[in-house]
């Protein structure tokens, strides 16, 4: 029987020292759930285990085949650039050794189970916050990048949070490198006509970043006495984020990179929309469209055909 190619989770790296902690115990859990596959990680920047390290250890446990995930929730300059580099470097220092390098998480039905989750949470319980989500403004706060591309995906995650769920709105802001920052986010709540406010981080661990949004939302609330302001928790180690993970893994294994047909109606059950999962579709084509298809032409899923 042939061996599965080792799993190598690569990690954007933070000095917040439990942050880190965070990120190597989720690489342990994920090893000993999957006794079968040789599990390590590492970071692009800031915090140990450099990702040189992870892809030694491996190296040294015999492998020479791997599947690389990034542990990001959007595509910016490290899944895009840093993380492909740092690979063909080990490419280069390993000989012999192959990898396939698989997509970030990105707003994965199962990740915004957990935002919600979050939301309830910070509402005190979820019996009373599904009653009072219509008075219930959302500001989901990114990472923030240069890269508009890892803008618009946080947009995105908030526009999925939002439909079917029943929340009065989902506003987005950043807590570095892009407008709007955290106060003009929770200011364009207040112009909105809210009046209960929750802020909630779009990170998986905590970390320097997530910190300083709640420090941010606690200075804004203090001189805001009229609105209630509320902090959610991040992502963290949740069950959903270590089967996302392996389900990243497998497509990168099996070729299997898809589109955003994670959040795509046809396919998956979204809040709202039921009905329309496995209904059938006509191909669409577009004969304008560059040859940016990601290696493929066509998939189906469900009697649902999309054509790139």
Same mark, same amino acid.
């Given at each position: 029987?042939?061996?599965?190619?080792?799993?190598?989770?690569?990690?954007? $790296?933070?000095? #917040?020292?439990?942050?880190?902690?965070?990120?190597?115990?989720?690489?342990?859990?994920?090893?000993?759930?999957?006794?079968?596959?040789?599990?390590?990680?590492?970071?692009?920047?800031?915090?140990?285990?450099?990702?040189?390290?992870?892809?030694?250890?491996?190296?040294?446990? *015999?492998?020479?085949?791997?599947?690389?995930?990034?542990?990001?929730?959007?595509?910016?300059? !490290?899944?895009?650039?840093?993380?492909?580099? %740092?690979?063909?470097?080990?490419? +280069? @220092?390993?000989? $012999?050794?192959?990898?396939?390098?698989?997509?970030?998480?990105?707003?994965?039905?199962?990740?915004?189970?957990?935002?919600?989750?979050?939301? #309830?949470?910070?509402?005190?319980?979820?019996?009373? %916050?599904?009653?009072?989500?219509?008075?219930?403004?959302?500001?989901?706060?990114?990472?923030?990048?240069?890269?508009?591309?890892?803008?618009?995906?946080?947009?995105?995650?908030?526009? &999925?949070?939002?439909?079917?769920?029943?929340? $009065?709105?989902?506003?987005?802001?950043? =807590?570095?490198?892009?407008?709007?920052?955290?106060?003009?986010?929770?200011? @364009?709540?207040?112009?909105?006509?809210?009046?209960?406010? =929750?802020?909630?981080?779009?990170?998986?661990?905590?970390?320097?970043?997530?910190?300083?949004? @709640?420090?941010?939302?606690?200075?804004?609330? %203090?001189? !805001?006495?009229? =609105?209630?302001?509320?902090? %959610?928790?991040?992502?963290?180690?949740?069950?959903?984020?270590?089967?996302?993970?392996? +389900?990243?893994?497998?497509?990168?294994?099996? *070729?299997? &990179?898809?589109?955003?047909?994670?959040?795509?109606?046809?396919?998956?059950?979204?809040?709202?929309?039921?009905?329309?999962? $496995?209904?059938?579709?006509?191909?669409?084509?577009?004969?304008?469209?560059?040859?940016?298809?990601?290696?493929?032409?066509?998939?189906? !899923?469900?009697?649902?055909?999309?054509?790139?």
């Amino acid at each position: 029987m042939t061996t599965p190619p080792a799993l190598l989770i690569a990690g954007h $790296g933070t000095r #917040d020292d439990a942050g880190a902690g965070a990120f190597r115990d989720f690489v342990r859990e994920l090893g000993r759930r999957h006794p079968e596959l040789p599990v390590a990680g590492g970071f692009i920047e800031l915090s140990p285990p450099p990702l040189g390290d992870a892809v030694a250890e491996l190296v040294e446990r *015999g492998v020479r085949r791997f599947a690389a995930v990034p542990l990001m929730l959007v595509s910016a300059g !490290h899944a895009k650039g840093d993380i492909p580099a %740092a690979l063909a470097r080990e490419k +280069e @220092r390993h000989p $012999g050794i192959s990898y396939t390098y698989g997509r970030p998480l990105g707003p994965h039905p199962a990740l915004l189970s957990v935002l919600e989750r979050r939301l #309830d949470e910070a509402l005190g319980g979820s019996s009373r %916050a599904g009653r009072d989500r219509a008075d219930v403004t959302v500001l989901l706060v990114g990472r923030g990048s240069t890269d508009p591309d890892a803008n618009a995906e946080v947009y995105k995650a908030a526009r &999925l949070l939002w439909e079917g769920r029943g929340y $009065g709105g989902v506003e987005t802001a950043f =807590v570095s490198l892009a407008a709007p920052d955290v106060p003009s986010g929770l200011d @364009r709540c207040l112009k909105l006509g809210a009046r209960r406010i =929750v802020v909630l981080p779009y990170f998986l661990f905590t970390g320097i970043l997530p910190d300083r949004v @709640r420090h941010q939302t606690e200075d804004w609330a %203090a001189a !805001h006495p009229e =609105v209630e302001v509320r902090s %959610a928790d991040v992502i963290g180690p949740e069950p959903e984020l270590l089967d996302l993970v392996m +389900e990243r893994y497998r497509e990168a294994v099996e *070729g299997d &990179l898809r589109m955003n047909c994670d959040s795509c109606v046809y396919r998956i059950a979204l809040p709202g929309f039921e009905d329309k999962v $496995g209904l059938p579709q006509q191909p669409h084509f577009h004969p304008d469209d560059d040859a940016h298809h990601d290696g493929h032409g066509h998939h189906h !899923h469900g009697g649902h055909a999309h054509a790139h």
